[in-house]
Structures are given as structure tokens and as C-alpha cells.
């Protein structure tokens, strides 16, 4: 049985035989590359900001040393595996990681791409067993005009490409690979074999270091050496974190031939690492202030929004975030801001309006008449439901959960909490599901965990910055789960 795909023009069809992917094996070397990096990967806990030993998962001592193994760790860069729950309490701790590598056969170039599970059969146990599943992810040929898919064998053109990634990149990868990847490894020991091959202008493989030490993403390798035209020119100028950090997406327009005619501000770029955000921030307002250039880059496309509608001086808004000591997160409640402005029809022209003196205090106020403006009967059908909700309040010496009682509250918790309880709102007041807010009695006006509700169960639970609760909570939400009563 024989598959059929088209040849590097895109002309005739030739076959391979089918189900191959099942005979390909990850070449040793490959293999020894991976377990080497897997195993030198260290875990972090992000709640508790705590590192441990992959092989024993014990705390790593402040040498980076495993107390247990005694292995030392660089921590690093790319060096840890992000996790998010606390190691004590997960019973199954698995994670994955990505790695791709090039391979060269009669002068055509596949990436594969592996994927490679990590689980542990017993965290708890003083010598866990540490098990690494690898598999074949994906395979792409690549091609003059555009790339194989061979495991689907699905033919993608780089005009194609090109198309789908400027209306959205995001999207466009993960439907190529079938998976977020953000921490894929490129094995660099073969990059010089790419030197007869399609590749051969592009020189990536002088690039070795840089790759070596920095995750990649699969269209900075399949498609922006091949297909975007100022590849090269990133390469000779040794621009790698430009080269290979979504180069694809810049547009050859005025601005940008502006910015690269300017040999100083080059150097400025290359020597402060620019990605393709910071090139976009250069893009508003070129600038040798990494402050504003950080700034700009929190979020560049709520920033263009932002722009859009007030014609804002970004420096200017820098300094207003400055003065008030408002963190560069909140730029996102700025944008929340000036949308309802804009939709409240407030004159966006006016320096109170732009300039707020309390922005979360204005944030709150406009929000409230953004929402009662799109749903007249929302607060009230809220305060109605809270209402019959009141039976299911519960109290001990320590804690009081209740529904929240109206429109403000929600804004409020979602405001104090950081969390996007806000969006539900409409669902809440349709009775969809019930929000409600978990507070300690020494504190009630403060938020302290908020609970949704659906069908008499308790399906989430985030403390401030969406973390999860601990043990000793997730006791007391067992406890008020066991008494809800369902409202009609
Ligand atoms: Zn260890």
C-alpha cells in the first residue's frame, strides 16, 4: 500500500508507503539529546516559586543541588519546566516538552517534530519512577513553494501560510501541529547538513548557539527561512531573536526599510534582543528607553487599539502610569477603560477622561454603565437571584460564602481578584451558573476566593491571580458544596 504526495514543484505525484510514521524511528543521537535535556530540566512550581529534581522531585537546595541525588542544575533560561500546581498535593504531576529535528534525505529536508510525555508512576514513594514517553508529533517536508504534512499528508503553500498567519498566527500553528508549543527544542548537532539543500541561502545553521539556548518555534524553521524574504538580511546581520521570533509577521513597508536605515538604532535592536513585539513597539514609537519599550510591549495590540481610538502620546501615557505607580498590567484594564469611554460616547479628547485620577475607580464606574447600557435588566435579574440564593450561605468561625448579591459586586471581585469573573456576568444573571464569594470574617469587604457554581457543584475556584485554593479551603468548599440547594 503506497500513499501518494506531490513532488518539491508541486507537479507530479510520487508515493511513500503508508503508515510510515510507525516505522520511523528517533535517531539515537536525537534520542540521547532528548533524555539529556529532559533530564536536566528542573520543575518549578509557580505558586510556591520552588524548584525541584525531575528524577527525584526533591526541593533542590540553594546550589541548585538535589538534596537526594546530589545532581546540580543550572536554573536558568530554558532550564525549568514550568508547572502549576503544588508538588505535595498532585497525585499524577505530568508535563510535556517539544523537540524538533531537521533530517536530510537525498537532499530534501523533514522536520520532525517529537513529543515527549513525563509522568511519575508514584510521587510519593522516597525513589519516584520517573517515566518519558516520546513519539513522533508531526513530520514536514519542505518544499520550494510550500510544505508537506506527511502525517496527514496535507499540503500547505507558504502564499497559503503567509495569509493565514497575518490574520492569525496563533491559531494557524496550532492548527498545523495540533498543539500550543511553547518550549520546543531544536536538536542543532546536523544544522550544517542543511547546507545542500533548500536551506542553503538561508545559513541557519550559523545560528547553532543561538538555538542551542533558545526555544523555537516550528514556523520560525518551516517557513520564515524559506519564504520570508528578509531572512537573510536578519541572518547576516546576526539578528537571531528577530530572525527566529515570528520574523514572518514584519511587512516591508516604509516604516520598517525607516527603522532599518537607522544603523544605530540596528544596533540598539540587536544588541537589546528584539522579538518581533519590541520590533512592532519601534514601529508606535522609536525609542531608546527600554522602560517605554517594555511598556509598549505588554500589549501591543491593545496598545494599537488604544492608539486607534485616542491618538493617545504614548509617552504621555507612560508617565500617567508612572506618577500613579500603576503597574504595566494595567494596561489592560486602561484599554477596558477607554473602550467604555468610547462606547459611553465621552470625549476621549479630554485630558480628565484620558488621564483619570483613580483609573480602577473610573474603570468600575464606566463598566457598570458599559454593562447596564448592552443589558438594561442585567443588575436587577442579578439582585433578584442573590436573593433566592440566600439559602445557600454559609458561615463557620472562620469564613462567609455568598452569592454575589449584585452587578457592582462581580466588577468588584473581578477587579480586587484579577480574575475575569466579570465576563460572567450575563450567565450569572440568567442563572447559568452562581457566583459566589468566599471571605474571611476578619476581612469580608476584601475578596478572597471566588466560586462558580453550576448545577448544585462547585466547577471553580481561584484565589487572586486565578491561583487555586489550598487544602485547608478546598475542605470548607467541600463542606459548602455538600448543603446547595438548586434555585430555579
Ligand atoms: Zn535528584
Known amino acids: 500500500m503506497k500513499q501518494l504526495i506531490f513532488d518539491s514543484d508541486f507537479k507530479n ?5 503508508l503508515n510510515w510514521t510507525n516505522s520511523v524511528e528517533i535517531p ?33 537546595n540553594k546550589d541548585n ?5 546530589l545532581k546540580k542544575y543550572n536554573i536558568r533560561g530554558n532550564n525549568a519546566n514550568k508547572v502549576w500546581w503544588e508538588i505535595d498535593n498532585i497525585k499524577d ?4 516538552n517539544f523537540y524538533s529535528y531537521f533530517d536530510v534525505l537525498d537532499g530534501e529536508v523533514i522536520l520532525y517534530i517529537v513529543h515527549e510525555d513525563i509522568s511519575y508512576n508514584s510521587p510519593y514513594i522516597s525513589i519516584p519512577y520517573r517515566i518519558s514517553k516520546l513519539k513522533i508529533n508531526n513530520a514536514f517536508h519542505i518544499l520550494n513553494k510550500g510544505i508537506v504534512d506527511l502525517i496527514n499528508n496535507k499540503y500547505y503553500s507558504y502564499e497559503e501560510i503567509n495569509n493565514k498567519v497575518k490574520k492569525d498566527e496563533d491559531s494557524f500553528e496550532y492548527s498545523l501541529v495540533g498543539d500550543y508549543i511553547f518550549n520546543n527544542y531544536l536538536y542543532t548537532d546536523n544544522l550544517e547538513e542543511l547546507k545542500n539543500t533548500i536551506y542553503r541561502y538561508t545559513k541557519i545553521w550559523e545560528a547553532k548557539n543561538y538555538l542551542k539556548k533558545n526555544y523555537v518555534g516550528i514556523l520560525d524553521l518551516i517557513y520564515t527561512p524559506i519564504y520570508f524574504k ?25 516604516k520598517v526599510k525607516q527603522l532599518f536605515k537607522d544603523q544605530d538604532y540596528v544596533k540598539f535592536m540587536i544588541k537589546n534582543k528584539f522579538k518581533y513585539n519590541d520590533l ?4 508606535i514609537c522609536k525609542t531608546y528607553d527600554k522602560d517605554l519599550l517594555k511598556f509598549m510591549t505588554y500589549s501591543i495590540e491593545r496598545l494599537k487599539k488604544i492608539i486607534n481610538m485616542t491618538n493617545i502620546n504614548i509617552k504621555k501615557l507612560k508617565d500617567y502610569f508612572a506618577k500613579n505607580k500603576y503597574k504595566n498590567y494595567l494596561l489592560i484594564e486602561y484599554y477596558d477603560y477607554i473602550r467604555f469611554a468610547s462606547t459611553l460616547g465621552l470625549n476621549l479628547k479630554d485630558k480628565n477622561i484620558l488621564f483619570p485620577k483613580d483609573l480602577l475607580a473610573e474603570h468600575n464606574k464606566l463598566q457598570l454603565e458599559f454593562q447596564i447600557l448592552k443589558e438594561p435588566n442585567m443588575a436587577s435579574k442579578i439582585e433578584e437571584l442573590a436573593n433566592k440564593l440566600a439559602i445557600n450561605t454559609y458561615e463557620d468561625e472562620k469564613y462567609i460564602i455568598k452569592a454575589a448579591p449584585t452587578l457592582e459586586s462581580l466588577i468588584d471581585e473581578s477587579r480586587q481578584q484579577d480574575n475575569c469573573v466579570r465576563t460572567y456576568c450575563k450567565a450569572y444573571s440568567n442563572n447559568e451558573l452562581q457566583i459566589y464569594l468566599m471571605r474571611q470574617r476578619k476581612d469580608v469587604n476584601k475578596s478572597f476566593v471566588t466560586i462558580e457554581v453550576r448545577n448544585g457543584k462547585v466547577v471553580q475556584a481561584r484565589c487572586k491571580y486565578n491561583k487555586l485554593p489550598n487544602e485547608n479551603i478546598k475542605n470548607v468548599l467541600k463542606k459548602f458544596e455538600g448543603a446547595l440547594k438548586i434555585v430555579d
Open 13 to 17: 505525484l510520487i508515493a511513500r508507503p
Open 28 to 60: 539515537a543521537n536525537v534520542q540521547k539529546y532528548i533524555q539529556n535535556i529532559s533530564n536536566s530540566t528542573v520543575i518549578y512550581d509557580e505558586n510556591l516559586k520552588k524548584y525541584y529534581c525531575p528524577l527525584c522531585l526533591k526541593e533542590l
Open 65 to 69: 543541588c538535589c538534596p537526594k541525588c
Open 93 to 96: 504531576l505530568k508535563y510535556e
Open 230 to 254: 528578509g531572512f537573510e538580511y536578519l541572518m547576516n546581520l546576526k539578528f537571531y531573536t528577530l530572525a527566529f521570533n515570528k520574523a514572518y509577521l514584519i511587512n516591508y513597508e516604509d
Open 280 to 283: 512592532e513597539a519601534a514601529l
